[in-house]
């Protein structure tokens, strides 16, 4: 996001976010429980989740 005050007025520029869902497994096919996944937008912003007992994460706030 951006700000900036224009006019004694803040203005806020808002990145559009999205939410990624998935799964992630081993090699012996069993869930990646615990594993970390990250998503990396081009200025660096991260966002990242850690993959849950059923094997899914959901990363929410993603920079589109």
Do not use: F
Not at 28 to 55: H, M, Q
């Amino acid at each position: 996001a951006a700000t900036a005050v224009v006019d004694g007025a803040v203005e806020v520029a808002l990145l559009r976010t999205a939410t990624i869902t998935g799964r992630a497994w081993r090699a012996d096919g069993k869930p990646a429980v615990g594993a970390l996944v990250t998503s990396v937008a081009r200025k660096g912003y991260a966002v990242r989740t850690v993959v849950a007992a059923d094997g899914t994460y959901t990363l929410t706030g993603v920079a589109c």
